[in-house]
């Protein structure tokens, strides 16, 4: 069965930082492109940053470059999303992605709300 699973969103303040956590079964992780998307309330889902499939390239949307950082273990079949200096636009349901060729995968999303 395959499955994604979030975790780690939550509630932060300005100039926070959360990590969220995206762990895989199911398929053969290593070999997928996998990337965090956002959807913020009343907007289209959005790339927030995407790794390749040894890790070796990143890519990240202006918004949040600077600020997050993508990576992953794949030994561990999880990939993360450390989130720095977060800001209330920042406030959205993040999604973890994961394609190869033509399959892809989602997650159920986390929430991460940014507000004082």
């Known amino acids: 069965q395959v499955q994604l699973v979030e975790s780690g969103g939550g509630l932060v303040q300005p100039g926070g930082s959360l990590r969220l956590s995206c762990a895989a079964s199911g398929f053969t992780f290593n070999r997928y492109t996998v990337s965090w998307y956002r959807q913020a309330p009343g907007k289209e889902r959005e790339l927030a940053a995407s790794?390749?499939?040894?890790?070796?390239?990143?890519n990240y949307a202006d918004s949040v470059k600077g600020r997050f950082t993508i990576s992953r273990d794949n030994a561990k079949n999880t990939v993360y999303l450390q989130m720095n200096s977060l800001k209330p636009e920042d406030t959205a349901v993040y999604y973890c992605?994961?394609?190869?060729?033509?399959?892809?995968?989602w997650g159920q999303g986390t929430q991460v709300t940014v507000s004082s």
């Open positions: 992605n994961a394609v190869f060729i033509t399959t892809g995968y």
């Open positions: 790794i390749s499939s040894t890790g070796g390239r990143t």
